[in-house]
């Protein structure tokens, strides 16, 4: 479960986001909110990239405190993700790997699912932004991670993968009871808006929809 306390974010005096008390439980969120609201801002504050006033818990673990066990638990995919140019697909996955525990083997599934055999041998600077997505979001899904933040996951990759993708949430969630907080300017597909709830970030704030 996911708790924020006081929570306040702002760039120098610019305030962005402020979440008095919300607690998240265990489940799929889609994330919505126009243009520049903060919901990038709030991923990455939730992922433990970006300072912020108050407090962020998983599970009763302090993402300020108590930051390499509450980094274990978390995973992000970011909206336009960088990496080192001269490192291979598989290079990034085997570092990936080793340092979220993933189970030998665990990228396979998701390799042979989305088509990538061809291309992981090939440096990452090679990528077009597709393939690129398609790394981030493998990274993303290695280990057991309690929680998977995924920023635009929807963008660049092609229609058949979108529908995979879907897939890839819903077994996790549904095996692991990993959470998923994920922005989308785009729709979500009918399956995954059937198990969704929305969280919609306006007027500088986070609110639950019903
Ligand atoms: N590094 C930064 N320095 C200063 N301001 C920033 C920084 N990053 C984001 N902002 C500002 O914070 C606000 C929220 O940005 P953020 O990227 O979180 O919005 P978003 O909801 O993800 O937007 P979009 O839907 O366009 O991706 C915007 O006003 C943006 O200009």
Known sequence: MLQFTNFRKSYG?????????LRIEPGIYWIKGVNGSGKSTLLKSIGGFLFFEGEILLNNVSVKK????????????????????FLTGWEMIALFAKAKQATPGQELYFIKSMKMESYLSNAVGSYS????KKLSLVLAFLGR???????EPLITIDTESLDILCRWILKKHEEENTTFLLSSHQPLSEVLLTKARVLLVDKQTLTMEK
Do not use: W
């Open 145 to 151: 991670p309690k929680v998977i933040l995924l920023d």
């Open 66 to 85: 108590d930051s390499v066990p509450y980094r274990k638990m978390v995973n992000f995919a970011d909206a336009e993700p960088i990496y080192p140019e």
């Open 13 to 21: 005096y610019h305030p962005i986001l402020q979440i008095e008390s």
């Open 129 to 132: 932004s597709g393939m690129l």
